[in-house]
């Protein structure tokens, strides 16, 4: 959880293989990092068991390249694809049992808190969509309730892809799939508008189409649960294996469903404005100029 | 034999848009060398893939021929590529990597 562990133990340098060499000389930890220099350094993520051409992958590569502090972050997940390659980081991860990894992030957040204080540590959950909205429900919508400092993100891939295509809650309507023959018979759950009920302070939709608004989404959702509360993103992360899209034609399927039904949303409460402003100087989030003039002849 | 991304260097250095380097699902399997660009007499550098990594997914093809339209990558079976990056052979430099390129099978073999 610092910059102490990303570096070799003393007599050790020539041993390791050269993965972890390039990793401690030339990886992110301790620099700025951005999406346009991908492909000069040595990323965080390493060779993993995903399928070809994954965009949930993807997402998780460049999710993990957002990070602001990669060497103080820890990463939760749950069953599900996603967390064959976010254990594969040279970050710590922390498996849950299904379905409680939003309660085990409490517990850490606050246990971090209380150990290191005010200097900032990052705790992100990544589980997909049936560790999120199905099994996970109870307790990713508890802990938005608490308003507990942590992000979560969801990778919806709309389907339970690691166990051969039954339905999940964020299915669409009308989906046939191969444990799921008859098609879903009912609507594809409105998380983004209950994280919104539940209070959370930054909540957005976003498709890997786009890497750089991958990256500026991951930095804000991270930095506002530093100390305003929870945050959640929600991502198309499609299944290429389960509803059958050609490896090469998976950023067309995204662009399609971006354009269709996925389109960027992002919904910033008031304080976490200010925050992300004043703090980390968000110019987009300042006050506009205009109000100060509008208020004098109000008090005149 | 299976199917590799193989990256024109002539036409991806004169663009040089880096696309493909941030659409690769891998990690640091598609990477970016000034050095092979530049040593062939182009303004800029070329994205360059480290094959023991790759798993042929195809999508920097769909996203070089759509997105950047620049036609500079296609999949070609892996024991004819003349010559190929593997991780073994990249080195780390400030702002780009460097790769001795071999022939891919010899290195794989070994």
């Not at chain 1, 965009?55 to 990463?75: C, G, H, K, S, V």
């Not at chain 2, 299976?2 to 380097?21: G, Q, R």
Request: net charge neutral; glycine share 8%.
């Amino acid at each position: 959880m610092s910059l102490d562990y990303v570096k070799f133990s003393g007599g050790f340098e020539k041993f390791m293989p050269k993965e972890y060499r390039d990793m401690v000389e030339h990886g992110p930890f301790g620099k700025k990092i951005s999406v346009s220099q991908m492909g000069s350094f040595k990323e965080i993520l390493e060779e993993h068991p995903m399928c070809a051409g994954c965009a949930m992958t993807l997402f998780i590569r460049l999710a993990i390249i957002a990070f602001p502090n990669p060497e103080d972050t820890i990463t939760v997940g749950t069953a599900g694809c996603g967390r064959l390659a976010i254990s594969q980081a040279a970050i710590p991860f922390v498996y849950g049992n299904y379905g409680d990894q939003n309660g085990v992030a409490s517990g850490l957040s606050r246990g971090l808190r209380l150990r290191f204080g005010d200097k900032p540590k990052d705790v992100v959950v990544i589980a997909g969509d049936g560790g999120t909205a199905d099994i996970g429900f109870q307790q990713v919508l508890h802990s938005w309730f608490r308003k507990e400092r942590f992000t979560t993100i969801m990778l919806d891939n709309e389907v339970y892809g690691n166990t051969g295509g039954q339905e999940s809650g964020m299915t669409n309507r009308g989906a046939v799939l191969k444990m799921a023959p008859l098609g879903k018979k009912f609507e594809k759950m409105d998380m983004l508008q209950m994280a919104k009920v539940a209070g959370c302070a930054y909540v957005a939709t976003v498709v890997p189409n786009n890497p750089r608004r991958v990256e500026s989404v991951i930095k804000k959702a991270v930095l506002i649960a530093r100390e305003v509360g929870s945050t959640y993103i929600q991502a198309y992360t499609s299944c290429n294996i389960e509803y059958a899209i050609p490896t090469d034609k998976v950023m067309e399927d995204a662009k399609n469903v971006e354009n269709d039904r996925y389109q960027f949303t992002e919904y910033v409460s008031e304080e976490a404005k200010q925050y992300l402003a004043e703090r980390y100087g968000y110019k987009e989030f300042l006050p506009k100029p205009a109000a100060p003039a509008a208020a004098i002849p109000n008090k005149a | 034999m299976y199917l590799v991304a193989d990256i024109d260097v002539s036409i991806c250095a004169e663009k040089s848009c880096k696309l493909c380097t941030q659409y690769c699902p891998e990690a640091n399997t598609i990477q970016y060398s000034e050095e092979m660009g530049k040593s062939k007499g182009f303004k800029y550098g070329s994205a360059y893939v480290a094959v023991d990594r790759c798993k042929g997914c195809a999508q920097c093809v769909w996203v070089c021929d759509n997105m950047a339209k620049n036609n500079a990558i296609k999949m070609i079976m892996i024991d004819q590529l003349p010559l190929a990056a593997v991780t073994d052979n990249i080195r780390y430099d400030e702002k780009s990597t460097v790769a001795v390129l071999s022939n891919p099978m010899i290195v794989i073999g070994n």
